[in-house]
Structures are given as C-alpha cells and as structure tokens.
C-alpha cells in the first residue's frame, strides 16, 4: 500500500470534493436525475478504491500470512473482503 498511498488519498480527495459539490446541489435544488448521475460517480470512485486496496492486501498482506504459515488467518481475511465487497 506504501506506493499507492499517494495516489489513493489523491482519489479520495477528489471524491470529498465530490461529495461536497452534491451536497451544494442538494440546497440548490438541482435537478433529481443529475444529483443521482453523480452520486453512482461517486460510489464507483470508491469502489476502484476498495478494488485497488484489495489488489494490494491480496498481492502482499496476504502472501506474507501464508509464507508465514497463517493459512487459516488469510483464508479468512480472504473470505471477509468478498464478503463486503458483494455488500
């Protein structure tokens, strides 16, 4: 995660402004269907930054527990992630 540490706070600054900008359109009465387009904007900007954590956990974090002999411990970690994810 070290090396795309960076470049994922970067991202979620991108969706605070996001998040700010739907906001003002809520007081400002914008238009429904627009609020909702950048509302699903926003959930798939987090959901690239759930995929690109997972990537990293599954690629290091993991690998290290089975290397480790920490098998049970990583096939639930492994279990718990698809889990949330399909939420």
Known sequence: MKTNKGSLVRRL???EGQVRGLQKMIEE???CIDIITQTSAVKQALSNIEDKLME???GTC????IKKG???KATKEMLKVYSLKRK
């Open 29 to 31: 009465g914008v238009y």
């Open 56 to 58: 990293g956990h599954l």
């Open 62 to 65: 993991l690998v290290k527990q």
């Open 70 to 72: 920490q098998v049970e």
């Open 13 to 15: 600054k991108i969706i």
